[in-house]
């Protein structure tokens, strides 16, 4: 009896053992997560990436060339000129006194022109006589600066003086040389720069009053201004006589002016009063007037290659986007100031029965600059030929001695 209960206890004492054995078991395996601990291990593991990228971000950032901050903070900067002057206008033909105009002429030019900001003056260069005069208020102003146009009197001037010739390579840098017919064709800035400072200031001031700038260029033409040319050279702050003779900086050339010069050029060197009949009467007797002639004959074959290489793969190739059929010799100009861009374009056709000079002069904003003045005078061209312009066709007498000298009562 005695043994059977010590035998029960026993037992019980056993099982009860078994089971706390069990329950503290179960209680070590789950007092952890495994995924808590996994969790841990991935923010530490992301943390140190994040550090070692930024560390080597702000090494790259320090050791990164100064040039190139430079050069990234220089585009930040980066300057975008702004104008106030519209390449387009509505009527600028209002006021315009046509009677004496060639109508054919004066159609041709007003269709070319259309709505931009500008005028077209086409002259006679045999005898000074204004053809046409789109836009008066504008060609009879003060002007304004003459851009790379200016590189014909500069041209002139250097040639004159025997200080050039077309072929003569002119260095411009340490591998770089150039002649007048490229720098011309291209408009090369750097160029005439040289050249006139080589010139020097008073034979290149001395030179464009010969060709008729700083003066006058009609006569007897009411409301006509004269530009400006300085007395003295421009500010070494503003580029100096180099400045004067690629950009014109400190000039103003009315397109009266500029037509003058190239008529000389185109015509073999007399430098004619412009005349711009008003009447039928003052055709019918109409009389060239010489202002002076000038000494370049011999030099005019030097210019023409650079002038006809302007149209041809130049500067002024949008011309012969619309007209091909005749030779066009020209210069382009292109500048801004004061908020306004200028667009320049002057310009003689050369053909077997005559020649005809074209002067387009634009102002506005970025649609306004020198190859647009070009494309405006092909399209006048087109014009012209298309109306038989071209055609032979009884003209003023083409010898100068037959023109009476004059001087303007202006």
């Known amino acids: 009896m005695i043994k059977g209960r010590v035998f029960s206890r026993l037992v019980s004492f056993v099982f009860v053992a078994i089971l706390l054995c069990g329950v503290t078991f179960a209680a070590t395996v789950n007092t952890r997560s495994l995924s808590s601990r996994k969790a841990k291990s991935q923010k530490i593991s992301e943390g140190q990436h994040a550090r070692k990228r930024m560390t080597r971000l702000a090494r790259s950032r320090a050791t990164?060339?100064?040039?190139?901050?430079?050069?990234?903070?220089?585009?930040?900067?980066?300057?975008?000129?702004?104008?106030?002057?519209?390449?387009?206008?509505?009527?600028?033909?209002?006021?315009d006194i046509t009677v004496g105009e060639d109508p054919i002429v004066r159609q041709a030019a007003i269709d070319a022109l259309g709505n931009m900001n500008g005028t077209v003056v086409a002259i006679e260069p045999t005898s000074g006589r204004i053809l046409a005069m789109v836009n008066q208020r504008l060609a009879?102003?003060?002007?304004?600066?003459?851009?790379?146009?200016?590189?014909?009197?500069?041209?002139?001037?250097?040639?004159?003086?025997?200080?050039?010739t077309k072929d003569t390579e002119i260095r411009l840098g340490r591998r770089s040389t150039m002649n007048l017919t490229t720098a011309l064709a291209h408009s090369n800035n750097a160029y005439f720069e040289a050249v006139g400072r080589q010139l020097g200031f008073e034979k290149v001031s001395y030179?464009?009053?010969?060709?008729?700038?700083?003066e006058m260029a009609g006569y007897n033409i009411s409301g006509e201004q004269v530009g400006t040319y300085p007395e003295t050279e421009i500010s070494s702050k503003l580029g100096g006589v180099g400045k004067m003779c690629s950009f014109g900086e400190g000039i103003s050339m009315t397109p009266l002016q500029l037509g003058g010069l190239v008529s000389a050029i185109a015509n073999g060197g007399t430098l004619y009063y412009l005349q711009h009949p008003t009447t039928s009467e003052e055709v019918a007797n109409f009389e060239p007037r010489v202002k002076r002639r000038l000494d370049i004959a011999p030099l005019i074959p030097e210019m023409s290659d650079g002038m006809a290489g302007a149209v041809s793969y130049g500067t002024a190739r949008s011309v012969r986007v619309n007209f091909n059929e005749e030779e066009i010799l020209g210069k382009t100009g292109t500048c801004s100031h004061a908020g306004t861009r200028f667009g320049w374009?002057?310009?003689?056709?050369?053909?077997?029965?005559?020649?005809?000079?074209?002067?387009?002069?634009?102002?506005?904003?970025?649609?306004?600059?020198?190859?647009?003045?070009?494309?405006?005078?092909?399209?006048?061209y087109r014009n012209l030929y298309d109306h038989s312009f071209f055609m032979a066709r009884p003209t003023l007498p083409a010898d100068a001695a037959t023109a009476k000298p004059a001087v303007s009562s202006n």
């Open 140 to 164: 009879l102003s003060s002007g304004a600066q003459p851009c790379s146009t200016i590189k014909l009197s500069v041209a002139l001037a250097a040639l004159s003086e025997g200080l050039i």
């Open 64 to 95: 990164r060339p100064a040039q190139l901050r430079r050069t990234s903070a220089h585009r930040r900067r980066r300057y975008y000129e702004r104008f106030s002057t519209s390449s387009f206008a509505q009527d600028i033909t209002e006021g």
């Open 345 to 380: 374009f002057a310009s003689y056709a050369n053909t077997e029965v005559g020649r005809v000079v074209v002067v387009v002069f634009l102002e506005g904003g970025r649609p306004t600059f020198g190859p647009k003045a070009a494309q405006i005078a092909g399209v006048m």
């Open 207 to 214: 030179y464009a009053h010969q060709f008729g700038l700083g």
